[in-house]
């Protein structure tokens, strides 16, 4: 069964403390991995999708990188507005059916 | 250019009641897929819809239907409510040619809240 594992479940930051959060997942086809950052009251907004291991996207203060059986959200120098839900999702079949972890909620404190 | 729109934001039902939810997709977009996030979860896929038809089906029941309109809009469908359907409903578009090519990205909408007393 295709399952995907987020952790930690939360982390709390020190403005400018750089972190990881990890997404574990166990597919059985990889068609892409997504990132997605959730803020409270609200949808998901997208920010990376990963297709093969060895890819890395940036964007601003995110880094995500992909291996064949994990991704990692790499946050350098946080802000306070970082804190948010960050959602790793990965789509194995045709159409566009994603399968989510439960979220890493993060929160960064001045 | 206006997003995926949602209706209502908010609403309150109690048990074995029925629930209708709206949604309009991003201009441009013409696949609708419905997900449902419970509280502290990440959203679980209920269904997406295609050219009127519903094209592919998470572990939900039957209780559980949509419809998707000629102008791409969509509409998802709850009978019978349990307290367990008490939850956030996502509404995500996107394009259809886009997603088989793989490079095809959600865009989601802000949800529907339900609570089920």
């Known amino acids: 069964e295709d399952q995907v594992t987020q952790s930690p479940e939360a982390l709390r930051l020190q403005e400018g403390e750089s972190s990881s959060l990890n997404c574990s997942y166990t597919v059985s086809g990889l068609r892409g991995l997504f990132w997605y950052r959730q803020d409270p009251g609200k949808g998901p907004e997208f920010l990376f999708t990963?297709?093969?291991a060895g890819e890395e996207k940036e964007k601003e203060r995110l880094k995500a990188t992909l291996t064949k059986k994990e991704s990692f959200l790499h946050i350098t120098a946080p802000k306070p507005e970082d804190s948010a839900t960050y959602l790793c999702a990965v789509r194995t079949g045709g159409y566009n059916k994603l399968i989510f972890g439960a979220g890493t909620r993060l929160a960064v404190h001045p | 250019d206006a997003g995926v729109t949602q209706s209502p934001t908010h609403l309150i039902k109690t048990r074995g009641q029925q629930v209708t939810l709206r949604c309009s997709p991003k201009s441009g977009h013409d696949t609708v897929s419905w997900y449902q996030q419970a509280l502290g979860q990440g959203p679980q896929f209920i269904f997406q819809?295609?050219?009127?038809?519903?094209?592919q089906r998470g572990n939900f029941p039957d209780r559980f239907s949509g419809h998707q309109f000629p102008n791409y809009s969509s509409e998802l469908n709850v009978n019978a409510l349990l307290l367990g359907d008490s939850a956030l409903y996502l509404c995500?578009?996107?394009?259809?040619?886009?997603?088989?090519?793989?490079?095809?990205?959600?865009?989601f909408g802000a949800g529907s809240r339900l609570t089920v007393l």
């Open positions: 990963l297709y093969s």
């Open positions: 995500a578009s996107s394009h259809f040619r886009e997603t088989n090519s793989g490079a095809n990205v959600l865009t």
């Open positions: 819809y295609y050219e009127e038809e519903e094209r």
